[in-house]
């Protein structure tokens, strides 16, 4: 059971770091699960600080993943109409089978927002669009360095108690 739990846990991780890039997948939140299954095998004692630090982060990283992007938009004079279109554009560029839709999908989302917001505005539209653009990569960074962490977390827990699980 310890060893399907620990499969399972690590599997979660995984996931959870390819889904710091693809926005269908909540990345930090799968990698949070993981995490907890590991301290469900018998093997590793519950740290309840450890898991309760890592979900206050995983649910602060929740909040600003969707805070960010819309905030890049609008720091680079964007308006609603360039938020909704980023917000659009991430999924159908995930939808389309284009490749990088889900980079190309935002900013082209923003720019056709922009664009039906003032269409003789072309400068203000690609300055948004582009604000889009940075917003979502710093995003998509700032929840796979946390994945990442996840992994090392996932990782020295395992050795350590890796005579148990083993």
Known sequence: M???L??????CIITGLIGSFLPVLPGPSVSWVGLALLYFTKAVPANY???GIALFIT?????????IPAKGTKRFG?????IWG???????GILAPIPFGFLIGPFLGALIG???YDFND???ALKAAAGSFVGFLASSFMKFVICVMYLGLFIWIVWQYKSKLF
């Open 59 to 67: 649910i602060v990283i929740s909040v600003l993943d969707y805070v």
């Open 2 to 4: 310890d060893i399907l």
């Open 122 to 124: 072309h400068n203000r």
């Open 6 to 11: 620990l499969i399972l846990g690590f599997a």
């Open 114 to 116: 922009e664009l039906i």
């Open 86 to 92: 980023t917000n659009i554009g991430l999924v159908i």
């Open 49 to 51: 600080w450890v898991l």
């Open 78 to 82: 964007g308006s609603s109409y360039g």
